[in-house]
């Protein structure tokens, strides 16, 4: 699988954008995603991960609250909805693939094997 992430752009301090993290092969909705972000000179973070049919979704505490992570295995769609936008926030995102048909949240980079190419979030204050 392949995936493109979308959706980054701009946004004041408050507000909202969503990502989407689109990928392409038939069986998608047997992997298991999760979303990264990477703020310059820092780690690659976790923010948010998803089972594969949706049972389970996680959260950084960081983001807890104001983002949501949901998919449509039949658009081959994951979205990260996030809403109350801060400075702290800006970072490039990324999603991650693996395949797994577990109830278990991959929350780990290295528990992904598929990436995309990243959308940059700009948060101003």
């Known amino acids: 699988v392949q995936l493109q992430a979308s959706g980054g752009g701009l946004v004041q301090a408050g507000g909202s954008l969503r990502l989407s993290c689109v990928a392409s092969?038939?069986?998608?909705?047997?992997?298991?995603v999760g979303w990264f972000r990477q703020a310059p000179g820092m780690e690659r973070e976790w923010v948010a991960s998803i089972t594969w049919n949706s049972d389970n979704a996680g959260y950084a505490d960081s983001v807890k609250v104001r983002f949501s992570i949901s998919r449509d295995n039949a658009k081959n769609t994951v979205y990260l909805q996030m809403n109350g936008l801060k400075p702290e926030d800006t970072a490039v995102y990324y999603c991650a693939a693996r395949e797994s048909t577990s109830s278990l949240l991959l929350i780990s980079a290295v528990m992904y094997d598929t990436w995309g190419q990243g959308t940059q979030v700009t948060v101003s204050s």
């Open positions: 092969g038939r069986t998608f909705s047997r992997y298991a």
